[in-house]
């Protein structure tokens, strides 16, 4: 299931849509906004995002990683929006049989995501506010049979 | 032909758009789309380079093809995710 939101994400919600008794290694990630950048305090996180593009993107992050592991459950929620503090900006949730496929799965997952998913950042510090430099999507265009990298 | 361009992130405060309806000729080029837009929207010339494209919500190459009433979007380099 995958899901892009303007509204808080609730773990707490995602785990129970995990419960599969033939899964014994659940993981968790969640990426949340943190205070500083570049030694420099930060205040707030704006997130933008090509709403219909990015679901997209983030059905295909679920697919590959269904393909390449044997996931029972895989859940990745992305919000956008004003973000504060230590909110969680990104969660994905994986669970498996066994933990290592759990553990990979979901490290794979995270990092397709952010090479592939247009989401922007954009950083409040306490004077100004700055976009944050990203990197190029990796490509997977229509018609493309390569898998994501 | 006509199709709608839509800019994200910093491009889209540059610009002051976030989509635009443009005019151009028929099966223009990603490639040559990006330097029309470098005329029309100056203040974004410099950032093109390192953006990408998509169209109906596709990443593109530069030597995709554009057809009339496509969506085609600009985007900077990408920071979703976490660190």
């Known amino acids: 299931m995958i899901k892009l939101t303007k509204e808080p994400i609730n773990t707490e919600v995602i785990l129970q849509n995990l419960e599969d008794k033939s899964t014994g290694g659940v993981v968790l990630f969640l990426g949340r906004v943190r205070d500083h950048a570049n030694n420099k305090a930060v205040t707030k996180m704006d997130y933008d995002a090509y709403p219909k593009m990015a679901e997209g993107k983030l059905a295909e992050v679920e697919a590959e990683t269904q393909k390449r592991w044997p996931v029972k459950k895989i859940i990745i929620v992305h919000r956008y929006g004003s973000l504060e503090l230590g909110d969680v900006s990104v969660a994905v949730a994986v669970a498996c049989a066994h933990r290592k496929d759990a553990f990979e799965a979901c490290r794979f997952a995270i990092d397709t995501l952010k090479a592939t998913v247009p989401i922007w950042k954009k950083e409040y510090f306490k004077e100004g506010s700055g976009w944050v430099d990203g990197v190029m999507p990796t490509m997977k265009q229509a018609g493309d049979k390569t898998t994501l990298q | ?83």
């Open chain 2, 1 to 83: 032909m006509n199709i709608t361009l839509r800019f994200f992130g910093q491009l889209r405060e540059l610009t002051g758009k976030q989509e635009h309806e443009m005019t151009v000729k028929d099966n223009i080029l990603i490639e040559d789309l990006e330097w029309l837009l470098g005329q029309r929207f100056p203040q974004i010339k410099e950032h093109l380079e390192t953006s990408s494209f998509s169209i109906n919500e596709e990443y593109v190459s530069r030597n995709a093809k554009v057809n009339a009433g496509d969506i085609v979007g600009i985007l900077p380099p990408i920071s979703g995710g976490a660190e």
